[in-house]
Each structure stands twice: as structure tokens, then as C-alpha cells.
């Protein structure tokens, strides 16, 4: 069965400082990986995706992450944190094999203090 | 970014009835999906469609529910009788070729409330 872990319920991090939301994920096929943020009373907003080629994706407002097949892992970072962030994230995969089924993790609340 | 639209916001029905939660997907894509979040738990997928057809479903896509495309612009999301534990968000998303270098673009939900 295909699983997404988002092993923290919430990141706290300081305005300016670095942040890191983990996501590790177990697939039998391809993965193709994805974040997605959520603010409240709204949807999930699209960030960034990895399909293929270079391991570190560039996203939507600053943020970035990088995909490691050999740690299962798919960490989303930015390098200087605004209080803005604050927000539910979500990582998502699917499978190249039948990328019409998303599968989600918990998420992660985000909490950047100024 | 291109926009879903949900409505309504939320709905609060008693145990037993029919609800029809509607979606307004992005006028040039083709492929819609709706995903359910149980208060305080995970985003999980229910059911993809193209072409007027179920693409796939989630063992939760039971006969309780169906969806359809009745005119072309509505995606729908119907549950015939509603349990306590169809209270949920509801998310619809759609996206364009349905390729794996597609987004799915997502609908800001409607809360569903069975009492």
C-alpha cells in the first residue's frame, strides 16, 4: 500500500530562520511527489512537485524541496522563514503507474513567530 | 493561479438525507477529482473522473455515493444517505491532461456536518 508520513503535527521556527517540514513517503512504482499548502477557509494551493530530473525543486513563494530515493524522503525547506508561511502543509504522492490517486500525509502546521 | 469553485461553503444535513455538494472546475480541464478530510486527519482520495466516467474510486466510494457532469460546467458529488461519519471536508480538484506533469488544482472545500 502506498503511504505518505509527515512525522511532525507542527514546526515552530523563528521569522528568518531556515525551516524544514518533513515528509518521507512508501511506494511499490514510481513516485512523483508533491506539497501543497493550506491556509485557513481556503484549499489546497499548489507549491511545487518533483516528477523527474534534478532532485531539488524550486516553488511558489520561496520555498523549495528535495526529493532522496534512497531515504524515501521528500523535505520541504525554505531558507528564511516569514510569518506569512504559517499554514498546514500537506505532501502528497502519486504514482507514474496511476498518477490519478493521490495519497496524502497528516500535514504539518507551520508556525513562524515574528 | 487558475481557480475551483466549491459550494456551498458548508452544509449541515440530518443522518439519512441526500446531499449534492458541487464543484466548478477550471473551464479547459478535463480531469476532476473530490477528496474528503475527516476533521484532524488526513486528506484521502474518493474518486477520479474523465470523460463522464469514473476514472477510479477509493475503497470509501461506496454506493453511497456518485458523482457526475450533468451540463458540461458542475462536477457533483452526490451521498444518498447521509452517515455521521460523512461529516467532513470535502475537496474537490481538477486537472488538465490528467498526466503525471499535470497540478491537480483544488476547491476550497465544503464542510459537510451529518447530525
Known amino acids: 500500500a502506498q503511504s505518505v508520513a509527515q512525522p511532525e503535527d507542527q514546526v515552530n521556527v523563528a521569522e528568518g530562520n531556515p525551516l524544514t517540514v518533513k515528509c518521507t513517503y512508501s511506494?511499490?512504482?514510481?513516485?512523483?511527489l508533491f506539497w501543497y499548502v493550506q491556509y485557513p477557509n481556503r484549499g489546497l494551493q499548489f507549491l511545487l512537485k518533483?516528477?523527474?530530473?534534478?532532485?531539488l525543486v524550486k516553488g511558489s513563494y520561496g520555498f523549495e524541496a528535495e526529493f532522496n530515493k534512497s531515504q524515501t524522503s521528500f523535505h520541504l525547506k525554505k531558507p528564511s522563514a516569514l510569518v506569512s508561511d504559517s499554514a498546514l502543509y500537506f505532501c502528497?504522492?502519486?504514482?507514474?503507474?496511476?498518477?490519478?490517486?493521490?495519497?496524502f500525509g497528516s500535514g504539518t502546521k507551520l508556525n513562524v513567530k515574528p | 493561479e487558475p481557480e475551483v469553485t466549491q459550494t456551498p461553503s458548508h452544509q449541515v444535513t440530518q443522518m439519512g438525507q441526500e446531499v449534492i455538494l458541487r464543484c466548478v472546475p477550471i473551464?479547459?480541464?478535463?480531469?476532476f477529482y473530490w477528496y474528503r478530510q475527516i476533521l484532524g486527519q488526513k486528506v484521502e482520495f474518493l474518486v477520479s473522473?474523465?470523460?463522464?466516467?469514473?476514472?477510479?474510486k477509493s475503497e470509501i466510494f461506496d454506493d453511497q455515493f456518485s458523482v457526475e457532469r450533468p451540463d458540461g460546467s458542475n462536477f457533483t458529488l452526490k451521498i444518498r444517505s447521509t452517515k455521521l461519519e460523512d461529516s467532513a471536508m470535502y475537496f474537490c480538484?481538477?486537472?488538465?491532461?490528467?498526466?503525471?506533469?499535470?497540478?491537480?488544482?483544488f476547491g476550497p472545500g465544503t464542510r459537510l456536518t451529518v447530525l
Open positions: 473522473f474523465y470523460n463522464n466516467e469514473i476514472s477510479e
Open positions: 511506494v511499490s512504482g514510481n513516485p512523483y
Open positions: 502528497a504522492v502519486t504514482l507514474k503507474e496511476n498518477f490519478n490517486k493521490f495519497y
Open positions: 480538484a481538477a486537472a488538465g491532461r490528467g498526466s503525471p506533469t499535470d497540478t491537480q488544482y
Open positions: 473551464s479547459n480541464h478535463l480531469y
Open positions: 518533483y516528477i523527474t530530473g534534478d532532485n
